[in-house]
């Protein structure tokens, strides 16, 4: 089994990132991962809603955008967010920023 995503404490890479050709190809209707943002850093260090993975759905492979930014239907458990032109970020060791999407991990 494979260890969950973790979550990069800096924001996703200038400019959209591509996602490796030995992934697969974005289509509308797929499952990937979303990281959401969390809440702000209290002045104690401590957090409220820390930044997680949540399923999302793929919604729109926008036109001229490269394959690695899309809309997604984000599922939480208390309710459903939609966002555009989220980019895609895996870290090569293993993180993702928050406010972008990967492929879910192999389990």
């Known amino acids: 089994m494979t260890e969950p995503t973790e979550i990069s404490e800096t924001g996703p890479a200038e400019g959209p990132v591509t996602a490796p050709s030995t992934l697969p190809s974005p289509a509308v209707g797929r499952i990937v991962h979303y990281v959401s943002h969390g809440s702000p850093v209290l002045e ?41 032109a989220v980019p895609y970020s895996k870290n090569a060791d293993g993180t993702c920023a928050a406010g972008t999407w990967h492929w879910p991990e192999r389990v």
């Open 44 to 84: 104690d260090g401590t957090q409220r809603y820390r930044a997680v993975c949540r399923a999302a759905v793929i919604t729109e492979i926008p036109d001229g955008d490269p394959v690695s930014v899309l809309s997604l239907a984000v599922l939480n458990p208390t309710g459903v967010f939609f966002d555009q």
